[in-house]
């Protein structure tokens, strides 16, 4: 059946739960990514302890401020699915929750990280 | 399974002594998932913020709140022992400290520094609040 098909093209793709080291590799960049952006974030926010809405309104009308929060919320959100993707893939056995579980945990993410864009963009440009 | 009876067996979690190697690893595990559940209080935060002065109050008094106090500082430790043991992890990916001393050296490193870091960005917080 395969005869046509080079070793190569059969063997493509047939890594860890078919994707290779790809899955592992983003889990290390986007650790890496997140170190910087965590401690900015921490610091940011410890300036923001008990100030009223406008201080946060006035942080994020800066550019710099704006663009890191933003990328610390998409960084932050898609470093958490990799990883319960593989919390999940070890313990639930059970083929039909396992799908419907990591679907959940996807879409649940993109909401929500999408969520976090939004209110940094819409405060960043005015309200 | 047939003929599994007499063979040795990796031993399970049940029958085998914590140790700091294994208790921190799993603990890295579970802060990670103590931390994707935190992102949703950093998105209520964002959305309230992005709603106005009043839902953000609203936010605010909660986060000031024993409840919102608690959640805070268990947020905070999980968050720094992460981040210093995901760093002990890439230094390994990096190929370096595999030896058993450094392994240990390692690890109660991380425990010091997460518990340091966490001290000092309350004290930090409360000196500002």
Same mark, same amino acid.
């Given at each position: 059946m395969n005869s046509f098909r080079t070793p190569l093209g059969r063997v493509r793709g047939l890594g860890t739960a078919n994707a290779g080291t790809q899955h592992w590799w983003q889990e290390r960049v986007t650790s890496v990514a997140l170190v910087p952006l965590t401690l900015w974030f921490v610091i940011a926010v410890i300036g923001l302890i008990?100030?009223?809405?406008e201080a946060v309104a006035l942080w994020l009308s800066s550019p710099l401020s704006a663009v890191l929060a933003v990328l610390f919320v998409v960084v932050s959100f898609y470093h958490a699915a990799l990883g319960l993707q593989v919390v999940i893939e070890d313990y639930v056995h059970s083929e039909g929750a396992k799908v419907a579980l990591l679907l959940a945990v996807k879409f649940l993410c993109v909401l929500l990280g999408t969520a976090g864009v939004f209110s940094v963009l819409k405060i960043a440009f005015g309200g | 399974m047939a003929g599994t009876g007499s063979r040795p067996l990796s031993p399970h979690l049940q029958v085998y002594r914590p140790q700091i190697t294994s208790v921190l690893s799993i603990t890295h595990r579970i802060t990670g998932i103590g931390l994707s559940a935190g992102l949703l209080l950093l998105v209520w935060w964002l959305v309230a913020a992005a709603t106005g002065p009043e839902a953000y109050a609203t936010v605010q008094g909660f986060m000031g709140s024993w409840l919102g106090l608690l959640l805070l500082f268990g947020f905070t430790l999980a968050n720094w022992y992460h981040f210093c043991n995901g760093i002990r992890h890439l230094v390994w990916d990096a !190929?370096? !400290?595999?030896e058993m001393p450094s392994v240990y050296l390692g690890g109660w490193f991380v425990v010091g520094a997460a518990l340091g870091l966490t001290v000092l960005t309350w004290l930090v917080a409360l000196i500002v609040w």
């Amino acid at each position: 059946m395969n005869s046509f098909r080079t070793p190569l093209g059969r063997v493509r793709g047939l890594g860890t739960a078919n994707a290779g080291t790809q899955h592992w590799w983003q889990e290390r960049v986007t650790s890496v990514a997140l170190v910087p952006l965590t401690l900015w974030f921490v610091i940011a926010v410890i300036g923001l302890i008990g100030q009223p809405w406008e201080a946060v309104a006035l942080w994020l009308s800066s550019p710099l401020s704006a663009v890191l929060a933003v990328l610390f919320v998409v960084v932050s959100f898609y470093h958490a699915a990799l990883g319960l993707q593989v919390v999940i893939e070890d313990y639930v056995h059970s083929e039909g929750a396992k799908v419907a579980l990591l679907l959940a945990v996807k879409f649940l993410c993109v909401l929500l990280g999408t969520a976090g864009v939004f209110s940094v963009l819409k405060i960043a440009f005015g309200g | 399974m047939a003929g599994t009876g007499s063979r040795p067996l990796s031993p399970h979690l049940q029958v085998y002594r914590p140790q700091i190697t294994s208790v921190l690893s799993i603990t890295h595990r579970i802060t990670g998932i103590g931390l994707s559940a935190g992102l949703l209080l950093l998105v209520w935060w964002l959305v309230a913020a992005a709603t106005g002065p009043e839902a953000y109050a609203t936010v605010q008094g909660f986060m000031g709140s024993w409840l919102g106090l608690l959640l805070l500082f268990g947020f905070t430790l999980a968050n720094w022992y992460h981040f210093c043991n995901g760093i002990r992890h890439l230094v390994w990916d990096a !190929g370096y !400290g595999f030896e058993m001393p450094s392994v240990y050296l390692g690890g109660w490193f991380v425990v010091g520094a997460a518990l340091g870091l966490t001290v000092l960005t309350w004290l930090v917080a409360l000196i500002v609040w």
